[in-house]
Every structure is written in C-alpha cells, then in structure tokens.
C-alpha cells in the first residue's frame, strides 16, 4: 500500500511540476535594460509626435482665424473687386477656400506648380468671365482693353470666314440648269400643270366627268336593262312557237 501511495504522489509531484513549468513559460520574462530604453524611446516619440499635432492644429486654427478677418475687411471694402494672394501651401489653400466659400465669395486656385500656386478672391456681383480666368491661366494680367481688341478680332475673323465659306458655295454652283440639260428625258412641262383637274360632280364624286365611258343616268341604265330582259324573253317564246 505505501509504494502505490509512493507512486500516485511522485505522480502528482511531476503533474504539478509540468503545469508550473508551462506558466512560468506563457509569461512574459522580466523586461532587460535594452528593452526598458527602446519603450522610453517609443514613448519620448509618441509624445513628440502629439506635440506636433497639437502645434500643427494651432497653427491651422489661427491661419483660418486670420484669413476670416482679412476676408471680411475685404467684404466690407467696397473699392476692391477681387484679391490676390501670396503663393501657398495645399493646406492654407484648402482652409482659405473654406473661408471664401462660407463668406459667399467666388474663390479660384492659379499657378504651375505646387510652389507657385496662389489663391484670388473674387465678390459675386464682380465674378470673372471665361476670359479672365484663361488669362490668369496662362500666367498673364487681366486687361479688359486688351480682352475686347482679341474679341474683335475674333468676330471680324469669323465674318470674313463665313464670307469667305459662301463665296466658295457660289462657285461650286452648276453654270447651267439640270432640267434644261436633261429635258429630252423628263419633259419640259410642270408636274402640276401636267397633272388632271378633278372637278367633283355629285352623281359620280370625284371622278371627272370626261373619264367616265357611260353618262347615263341610274336609272336610264336600269331601264335600258329592263327592256333588254323583256325583249329576250319575247324572243324565246317566239322561237318556242315556231318549233310547234
């Protein structure tokens, strides 16, 4: 009885062991010195980088609050019809689109580049036409003495090309008439004149009166086929009496 009792206890001494074995070995080891440095360094720049954020939002917050205020002195500037700004990042061009767009004004981006893009603020009763905006395009100032010569330019161009257009079609008119030249073929009369007059008659609708072949009456017709009847009846009876 002892040594089985021996045997189960060595047993369950070994079973123990093994289970402590197992969660000393699921739980993590003590952090060594390198470690302790690399999760200081991992929170120094967790720290830092939150700390930029935060500088970057404040630095946003105040560039729209001093786009506000610019951008309604320029509201209340009644001489000022439009502004141009200094060239910009994306992220200040962004914010002041947003303003503009809040304060009821018209708002375009110009520029190449993304170093020289710049932001012009336009008020809505004073909006840039097509041509505006393609000169700012392309780089150049707006000239509105300038943009009415091209314009005139430009019509008196398109006159002289329409002109132009319907002196060519004049000259590629035939010299003489298809229907002279091809008369043996298709006649020189009108097909409307050639064509018949009907003239409605009530008894025969509107069939002329000359293309009928017979102008009897209904009831002349009848007659006349009656008396046809009558007589060859007489004749038959005729003829049955001269055989007897």
């Known amino acids: 009885m002892r040594t089985v009792f021996g045997w189960r206890r060595g047993l369950y001494r070994c079973k123990m062991a093994d289970l402590l074995g197992s969660i000393l070995n699921s739980m993590e080891k003590p952090p060594t010195v390198g470690d302790q440095e690399s999760r200081r360094k991992a929170r120094e720049q967790a720290a830092r980088l939150k700390k930029m954020e935060e500088l970057e939002k404040r630095k946003k917050a105040e560039f729209r609050k001093k786009m506000e205020k610019e951008v309604s002195d320029f509201i209340q500037d009644s001489s000022q019809q439009k502004r141009k700004y200094n060239p910009m990042g994306k992220i200040e061009r962004s914010i002041l689109h947003d303003v503009a767009e809040v304060a009821g004004l018209t708002s375009f981006s110009f520029g190449e580049d993304e170093e020289s893009r710049y932001v012009m603020l336009f008020k809505k009763e004073f909006a840039p036409s097509d041509e505006e905006l393609e000169a700012y395009r392309k780089g150049e100032e707006w000239d509105p003495q300038l943009a009415e010569q091209r314009r005139r330019l430009k019509e008196q161009a398109a006159l ?78 005729g003829a049955q009496s001269s055989s007897f």
């Open 160 to 237: 002289e090309e329409a002109a132009s257009t319907q002196t060519e079609k004049t000259q590629a008119c035939p010299n003489s008439n298809y229907r002279d030249k091809y008369s043996h073929l298709i006649g020189t009369s009108a097909a409307k004149d050639a064509a018949h007059t009907l003239e409605a008659n009530r008894s025969y609708g509107c069939v002329p009166v000359a293309n009928k072949r017979d102008t009897r009456s209904i009831e002349e017709a009848m007659n006349e086929i009656r008396a046809k009847k009558r007589q060859k009846r007489e004749d038959d009876t």
